[in-house]
């Protein structure tokens, strides 16, 4: 049997500020466009999501019943976790270029991206066959983490891939393996 799953990018947190490393609080026009972004998904079998508040307050306001998933949790940001990007760039700077560019570099002490995408691999992989079609809704980095596994790109091309907040894109897996589809 065939799984189509559909991955959508969380809302954007507050856009009057640079991006925070931890569930950024969210503004209400960002959750008044996923309510009109709700209204135009299909229905589906299933629908989990990362286990954030952003996540959670995306899918509410989608009109989703969804189901945390632990496994789809957003980057362990280590000592980064409430910062800026900002902040760390100016008091890490060799730490924060090497997360950049590195997939195996972890210098705040969290999750490395190449750790991200193989947890993200893990839990593409362990999805029932008879899932059907299901919807993930997901973090940015969690979305990536999913892309790179589905196009078989490398983990370097991770800070490449776009995802804007309420973006959708479907990926449909034969035989075990992950691939995009038209959606």
Known sequence: MTICLTLLCATAGDDTSETIFDDDALKERGLSEAGATGAALPRYSVAVR????RCARTAHALALETTPEPALRDFDYGKWRGRTASEVAATDPYGFSA???????????GESVRQLC???TQWLNSLPPD???ALAVMEPAVT?????????APV???WHLKVPPLSTVSVTSRACRVRTCAA
């Open 156 to 158: 370097r091309t991770f």
């Open 99 to 109: 997360w950049l560019t590195d997939p195996d570099a972890t210098p705040h002490g």
């Open 144 to 152: 990536r983490a999913a892309l790179v596994h589905a196009l078989s």
């Open 50 to 53: 990362t286990p954030s508040t």
């Open 131 to 133: 899932m059907d079609h």
């Open 118 to 120: 193989q947890r993200i």
